[in-house]
T-cell receptor, first 117, second 115 residues
Framework: SAVISQKPSRDICQRGTSLTIQCQVD?????MFWYRQQPGQSLTLIAT?????????ESGFVIDKFPISRPNLTFSTLTVSNMSPEDSSIYLC??????????????FGPGTRLTVL | ELKVEQNPLFLSMQEGKNYTIYCNYS?????LYWYRQDPGKSLESLFV?????AVKQEGRLMASLDTKARLSTLHITAAVHDLSATYFC???????????????FGTGTRLQVTL
């Protein structure tokens, strides 16, 4: 399994500002994923972050709004830029980790709850 | 585009009753996950289903996968209050090529078990 931590756990921000969310994993992983969960909704994949290359964004998400860094195999950041109230969501990072029993599983961090005023 | 539908969206059931949550998906996939989310918390992995006909059970929960019908079910047996949570299915849309998973989530089923 993988143990994932995120900082901050929650924040309240003003419109027009930016927030950087950190994700730390206790083991080296090839890819990390960033998801958004809007209030009362399901999870939507924002982007896939591969160490040493540009992140791959899903439809509806762009690098200028959600720049991602992946400096090494255990760490990634997601920045929410020029925030508006519509960005109020929980942001979760996840990784795929190999299991001792074989196969793999996707694990999620505790999430960052963002409120934009 | 992969679409994942769950039903029902909301389920209120009495303790001791049985019920099934359904998860339908639109394109071929051989890997499906079930997660549980408690209010204000992150996702807890319940099951990973990897092949057609796969069935896994943990306590009062049993999950199955029919890849030909593109359907997974999560069956709850003799529900207890502690099972109250939101349950999500998620389908691996990246293709079973050994690459890391890109998950498409269902809408979620909010389960409320009443005494």
């Amino acid at each position: 399994s993988a143990v994932i931590s995120q900082k901050p756990s929650r924040d309240i921000c003003q419109r027009g500002t930016s927030l950087t969310i950190q994700c730390q994993v206790d083991s080296q992983v090839t890819m990390m994923f960033w998801y958004r969960q809007q209030p009362g909704q399901s999870l939507t994949l924002i982007a896939t972050a591969n160490q040493g290359s540009e992140a791959t964004y899903e439809s509806g998400f762009v690098i200028d709004k959600f720049p991602i860094s992946r400096p090494n195999l255990t760490f990634s950041t997601l920045t929410v830029s020029n925030m508006s109230p519509e960005d109020s969501s929980i942001y979760l990072c996840s990784v795929e980790a190999r299991l001792l029993t074989g196969g793999s599983e996707q694990f999620f961090g505790p999430g960052t709850r963002l409120t934009v005023l | 585009e992969l679409k994942v539908e769950q039903n029902p969206l909301f389920l209120s059931m009495q303790e001791g009753k049985n019920y099934t949550i359904y998860c339908n998906y639109s394109t071929t996939s051989d890997r499906l996950y079930w997660y549980r989310q408690d209010p204000g918390k992150s996702l807890e992995s319940l099951f990973v289903l990897l092949s057609n006909g796969a069935v896994k059970q943990e306590g009062r929960l049993m999950a199955s996968l029919d890849t030909k019908a593109r359907l997974s079910t999560l069956h709850i047996t003799a529900a207890v209050h502690d099972l109250s949570a939101t349950y999500f299915c998620a389908v691996d849309g990246s293709g079973w090529t050994g690459t890391a998973s890109k998950l498409t989530f269902g809408t979620g089923t909010r389960l409320q078990v009443t005494l």
